[in-house]
């Protein structure tokens, strides 16, 4: 089957509660205790479930329509498949992102003292803006958004930070789903950290022979969106002035990207981070910067590595902790409470945006 995906997706601003007499009472309610109440309607179900990646919460028929249970998903971003009689459903009445390759239900359960991170109220606001580029190395339109800070002023030069998703996921993640816009604008108003451009690429990006995969961001990076973004922006065209950092997949394409250009970065950030591919079987030829840490230290300001404490692939950022050490080069690094998920990406951000273009 050929399949036409739209290029462009959306979803509101403001949540859909539906029309009373029509939809009925369903949604979602958050409890303090960091529980979740839905309610949904599956009339004629056996079974409703929120399958949290195998972590099954099942709801309880409340009426001959009406589904609804209370489940601790966790705090944070959570994402799960509704599953009614078996089928992956997309409710209207449950926030909607995109992950796994597809549009997705999630729920995002407040996390005491940092809700105030992402609060809109009191903080003056940047703007995020879509562009479209043609890529040389994919041979089509690719996307990317900016974040400019409120502040903006295209007179002035400022430093950019490109940030990269992870896998199934597309430019749009970091500002809906990590909130980085709101973070910045908040660490700005309190002044917690510089000025910069943030520039959000599809990572996902191929071209159209099946030989190129999605491994091609780094070419379209330094090919196509450097290029491109420089063109278009008042910016920095110097390595003290170019950060890269991603979350996951994203964080070994700024691996490869960075450790085989240091002349062009002195920022990178991996964000349950992989200096190697997870799951072997890559050449890993960006590695050979490691064997010289008086270049390594030379190249980098900041090298930023950070992971959730129940992060699936911990085995992974254990072995590449003992080959940083072999090497004998100095990295920050950094836990958080979480997994592999939104809410220790998020955490990461805001640690690392302070960190950067604090030298002149």
């Not at 979803?11 to 409890?31: H, N």
């Not at 110097?238 to 964080?251: C, I, P, V």
């Not at 950070?306 to 950022?317: I, K, L, R, S, V």
Request: with cysteine; proline share 6%.
């Amino acid at each position: 089957m050929k399949k036409a995906w739209p290029l462009d997706t959306a979803v509101s601003f403001d949540p859909y509660w539906g029309e009373p007499d029509r939809d009925g009472d369903q949604g979602y309610e958050y409890l303090p205790d960091g529980r979740v109440t839905v309610r949904l309607k599956a009339p004629g179900a056996k079974e409703v479930v929120l399958d949290q990646f195998g972590t099954l919460h099942q709801l309880a028929r409340i009426s001959d329509e009406l589904w609804e249970g209370t489940v601790s998903l966790g705090r944070g971003f959570q994402y799960f498949f509704l599953k009614i009689d078996g089928n992956e459903v997309l409710s209207p009445y449950l926030p909607i992102g995109y992950g796994c390759c597809r549009p997705m239900n999630f729920l995002d359960v407040p996390v005491p003292g940092e809700a105030e991170w992402g609060e809109l109220t009191g903080v003056p606001h940047g703007a995020v803006t879509r562009h479209y580029f043609h890529s040389q190395v994919t041979g089509k339109e690719e996307i990317c958004l900016v974040y400019t800070p409120a502040s903006f002023d295209p007179q002035k030069k400022y430093p950019v930070l490109y940030l990269q998703h992870g896998y199934g996921e597309n430019e749009t993640g970091w500002v809906y789903q990590g909130h980085v816009g709101r973070i910045a604008d908040r660490l700005l108003a309190e002044g917690k950290m510089q000025e910069m451009l943030i520039v959000m690429g599809n990572g996902m990006t191929s071209g159209d022979a099946p030989h190129m995969a999605r491994m091609l961001f780094p070419e379209v990076l330094l090919r196509d969106l450097i290029p491109f973004i420089e063109a278009r922006y008042p910016v920095y065209t110097d390595k003290a002035h170019r950060a890269m950092a991603g979350l996951s997949m994203g964080s070994y394409q700024t691996s490869i990207t960075t450790l085989t250009h240091p002349e062009l970065f002195a920022y990178a950030g991996l964000f349950s981070g992989f200096l190697r591919f997870p799951r072997g079987g890559e050449a890993e030829k960006h590695l050979a910067l490691l064997d010289d840490p008086a270049a390594f230290k030379a190249a980098f300001r900041v090298f930023y590595r950070a992971m959730g404490t129940e992060d699936n692939f911990f085995e992974a950022f254990r072995s590449d902790d003992e080959l940083i050490a072999q090497k004998g080069v100095a990295m920050i690094r950094r836990t958080f409470p979480g997994g592999h998920d939104w809410g220790v990406w998020r955490r990461c951000i805001h640690d690392f945006l302070p960190m950067l273009f604090t030298q002149d």
